[in-house]
């Protein structure tokens, strides 16, 4: 399925653009309790100790991803793509999320479909310059960025028609 997807170059930067939100969405596993005393790299873990997986760190570190806040799904790309733990949001081992092919299949069509159908960009200011703005968004177990402005255009007559249809 993936190979499929990967033959048209839309579909290809939409399952990127999926990836690199999901490294922003998801900044933390759920909370998992250590079921006995234990050693990990040296990191002493008593039994009862609440252990969250840091998947933000993991997917912002400096020493794999050049330039890891800046939004750039086309870091995924070509003969020096940086490695793409995409499936780190859903967690990790036994409890590893059972919906999340489902859930990816589903990111995939919404986005496929929004960015077939629409032209999405930076607003512009009265002279016609791009307004830049600096997005900030929320801590917590799914982060979400705070009130922004953009513009979203029908790509087409056909789009368009295909938006207002019942
Ligand atoms: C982007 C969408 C989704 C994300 C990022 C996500 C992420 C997660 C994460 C992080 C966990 C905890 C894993 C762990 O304990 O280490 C989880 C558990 C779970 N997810 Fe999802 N999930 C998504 C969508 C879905 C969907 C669509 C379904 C069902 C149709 C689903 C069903 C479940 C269930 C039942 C569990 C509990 C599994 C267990 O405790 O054994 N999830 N998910």
């Not at 490294?23 to 252990?51: L, M, N, Q, W």
């Not at 995409?86 to 919404?110: E, K």
């Amino acid at each position: 399925m993936f190979k499929r997807r990967l033959k048209k170059k839309l579909t290809e930067s939409s399952e990127l653009i999926v990836f690199q939100l999901m490294t922003d969405d998801i900044p933390e596993g759920i909370t998992h309790c250590a079921r006995e005393d234990k050693i990990v790299e040296g990191y002493f873990i008593p039994k009862g100790a609440s252990v969250i997986a840091n998947i933000w760190e993991m997917l912002h570190d400096e020493n794999i991803y050049k330039d890891p806040f800046s939004f750039k799904p086309e870091r995924f790309l070509g003969p020096d793509a940086e490695p793409d733990y995409g499936n780190l949001p859903f967690g990790f081992g036994r409890r590893i999320c059972p919906g999340m092919h489902l859930a990816d299949a589903s990111l995939f069509v919404y986005t496929a479909t929004i960015l077939a159908s629409f032209n999405i960009g930076k607003p512009k200011d009265k002279e016609g310059n791009f307004i830049e703005q600096d997005v900030e968004y929320s801590t917590g177990i799914v982060s979400v960025p705070g009130p922004f402005s953009c513009t979203i255009k029908p790509r087409s007559p056909t789009a368009l028609a295909n938006i207002m249809r019942d």
